[in-house]
């Protein structure tokens, strides 16, 4: 099962992939899987060669079984031999190692490397084939989406809250918006990824009117066309403020865009780039 959200940061594919070719102990293996778990053991969040060997409640009870054999920052990892085995010490084993949010310390997911050799092969030589460094690289990687997701909710969170001290009706606007393209997205059967990066635009696609004067946004009568050509900046202004902050962010890279044109026409009478029909 794939986690859209983490294939579209990263390739999680290719990471494992370039690990099991640096790697003798796994890419020599008969068998050789990874899944990404969630820290309650509840779901699978991305699983590279499916597997049904292993269920929740075996993984759980390995990963609370034993200590830790490495610590490395916010790496824990637990190096089991399969319980399906009578030698415990031979053939198959179950690499377990947490990777923890680093904005909250919590466990983020819980990450299990399974492999089984039909050699018998001892515990010395599987610690020192495993290259764990590679596993701490793996959770950098993992952390670094878990951070970004953070700042998003962050992003939301506070903009909103400084568009609601500049007018009080533009983040009930923006949510509004947001829920009207979910009811859109829906009708249409979009995919998971567009239907999120529809929602976010939508949540922030105002959010350049941080920049306009509070007394045009929040001018009773009618704006005169000087002062609508200074509103109409916003669409342009909040294409800026998302493309820096939400930078490094892959996933999003279309939210900025969405936002700058949220008002074209199919008339080619928006802005800010005059855009007509189907070119929007």
């Known amino acids: 099962m794939k986690s859209f959200i983490l294939d579209g940061f990263l390739s999680l594919d290719q990471i494992f992939k370039e690990y099991v070719a640096n790697n003798p102990f796994i890419s020599m293996a008969d068998e050789a899987n990874f899944i990404l778990y969630n820290p309650d053991f509840s779901d ?34 637990h190096l089991h031999p399969d319980v399906d085995n009578e030698d415990r010490l031979k053939k198959g084993w179950h690499i377990i190692f947490t990777v923890k949010n680093p904005l909250t310390s919590e466990d983020a997911y819980v990450a299990a490397l399974i492999v ?23 959770s950098y990687h993992v952390q670094l989406i878990f951070s970004n997701y953070e700042k998003l909710f962050l992003i939301i969170d506070s903009y909103s809250e400084m568009l609601s001290s500049k007018e009080n009706y533009l983040p009930y606007h923006m949510s509004n918006v947001a829920n009207w393209c979910i009811k859109f997205s829906n009708e249409l059967q979009l995919d998971s990824k567009d239907h999120l990066i529809l929602y976010v635009s939508a949540i922030l696609h105002d959010i350049g009117k941080l920049s306009i004067p509070d007394e045009l946004v929040n001018k009773p009568s009618r704006l005169t066309e000087s002062e609508y050509e ?51």
């Open 44 to 77: 699978i969040s991305y699983e590279y060669i499916p597997t049904n060997r292993l269920d929740f409640k075996t993984l759980k009870q390995l990963y609370l079984a034993e200590e830790p054999i490495y610590k490395a920052g916010n790496v824990v990892c």
């Open 230 to 280: 200074i509103v109409k900046l916003h669409s342009t202004k909040g294409y800026m403020m998302l493309k820096a902050v939400l930078y490094g962010m892959s996933f999003f890279n279309e939210v900025p865009n969405i936002v700058k044109h949220h008002h074209e026409r199919y008339d080619g009478e928006g802005y800010p780039d005059l855009i007509k029909g189907k070119d929007i």
């Open 116 to 138: 089984k050799h039909s050699r018998e092969i001892p515990m010395t030589e599987v610690l020192k084939c495993l290259n764990l460094h590679y596993l701490e690289q793996f």
